[in-house]
């Protein structure tokens, strides 16, 4: 079946430094991929997505590429903020299934 | 303002007390799901809906019964809560499945003792 492996946290950093947060999957056909964010005691927010190989997802400064041959969507930030906190979920959905698979999660705690 | 809501936020029940979590979006959505969330192992998918009156099993659908009578409502139901069952449970709804965003409710946190 479909999985995603995510890097285990938490992950502290400091403001302004570099983020990459380690996803990889395996998935029947090719699917599409999600970064989603939860900020304490809220739902998840998507926070970008892919579609296709080669694709490379952005929003609020982050960015993951969709890389078939690694079967990877890394997320990566240039420059974290203390409100960039959170909680952060990397997904899948095959095509031709309605299932949603998540990782387990990667906590991010940036300290000023 | 599109949303998705739950009800209850908080619940605190007992063993073998039949309990309905509903959930309901405002955005004509076809897609809705339900998932577990439990420390270390991430969400978990329980039930989805393509549409009314369709419904499949997700990853963990033991002890849980989902209805799809309405387009904008999908209840949760356990008809004898166990304490496994104790989890915080996030409703979701997407306009359809596959590329799209899925709109994610505040959350259910469940104590079964």
């Known amino acids: 079946g479909d999985s995603v492996t995510q890097m285990e946290g938490p992950v502290t950093l400091s403001e302004e430094a570099f983020l990459t947060i380690n996803c990889t999957y395996t998935?029947?056909?090719?699917?599409?991929l999600f970064w989603y964010v939860q900020y304490p005691g809220e739902g998840l927010q998507l926070l970008l997505k892919?579609?296709?190989?080669?694709d490379k997802g952005s929003n609020k400064g982050f960015e993951a590429t969709y890389r078939k041959e690694t079967t990877s969507f890394h997320l990566e930030k240039g420059s974290v903020q203390v409100s960039d906190s959170a909680v952060y979920f990397c997904?899948?959905?095959?095509?031709?299934?309605?299932?949603?698979?998540f990782g387990t999660g990667t906590k991010l705690q940036v300290i000023p | 303002e599109a949303q998705v809501t739950q009800n209850p936020r908080y619940l605190i029940t007992v063993t073998g007390k039949k309990l309905t979590v509903t959930c309901s979006q405002n955005?004509?959505?076809?897609?809705m799901s339900w998932y577990r969330q439990d420390p270390g192992l991430g969400l978990r998918q329980i039930y989805y809906s393509m549409n009314v009156e369709v419904t499949d099993k997700g990853d963990v659908p033991e002890g849980y019964k989902v209805s799809r009578k309405e387009k904008r409502n999908f209840p949760l139901i356990l008809e004898s809560p166990s304490p496994n069952q104790t989890s915080l449970y996030f409703c979701?709804?997407?306009?359809?499945?596959?590329?799209?965003?899925?709109?994610f409710g505040p959350g259910t946190r469940l104590t079964v003792t």
């Open positions: 979701a709804s997407s306009l359809t499945q596959g590329v799209d965003e899925q709109y």
């Open positions: 997904a899948l959905i095959s095509r031709g299934y309605q299932k949603v698979t």
């Open positions: 892919a579609t296709k190989a080669d």
């Open positions: 998935a029947t056909g090719y699917p599409s």
């Open positions: 955005m004509n959505h076809e897609y």
